[in-house]
């Protein structure tokens, strides 16, 4: 029984897998297992095949904040298209990585990411000359893990803008 459970567990949560198989190697390596196995070098490698999952995700969500900053804060209309078709795809790659052991994680790190994001937003604004939307940027996260990750869910422009795929969606 508890193999088909950690075969279940490898094919829907990877990376509560990954965690659990490092653990038992440590186990292993702790009770000193005569084995001719580098138990402890196992172990860190199966950790960072999850870790690598979760840097994947990580990184997707650092990259939707950003643009959601851009949709909210920015005046310009032209490149609203763009930043909506970047978080899509990146809403795609959290959707096709996240499990439910990542997701307290990722929230945990929200924070962080924000601050990465709201930094890169920053300097992508100035960059073309919007300085006022720049420094109008929240230092802190206006927004939730589930709104962030929700293919239904864009903030409402600070100037206006209405895009047309909204209200089509």
């Known amino acids: 029984m508890a193999k088909v459970l950690e075969r279940s567990l490898y094919r829907t949560d990877y990376y509560a897998w990954t965690k659990d198989q490092a653990a038992k190697l440590r186990a292993l390596a702790a009770a000193r297992v005569n084995s001719t196995l580098d138990l402890e070098n196992l172990a860190e490698e199966v950790e960072s095949l999850g870790r690598s999952d979760l840097d994947t995700v990580r990184s997707h ?35 096709d990585h996240i499990t439910a052991s ?18 890169d937003a920053a300097m992508a604004l100035r960059r073309h000359g919007e300085e006022e939307a720049a420094q109008a940027l929240p230092t802190t996260c206006p927004y939730s893990l589930d709104q962030i990750i929700s293919h239904d869910w864009h903030p409402k422009n600070r100037h206006g803008i209405v895009d047309s795929s909204e209200e089509t969606v």
């Open 102 to 119: 990542m997701y307290p994680d990722v929230a945990a790190d929200l924070a962080k990411l924000f601050g990465r994001a709201r930094r």
């Open 61 to 95: 969500v650092r990259r939707i904040i950003e643009h959601l900053l851009k949709l909210e804060f920015s005046p310009s209309t032209p490149p609203r298209a763009d930043w909506r078709h970047s978080v899509a795809q990146a809403r795609d790659e959290v959707e």
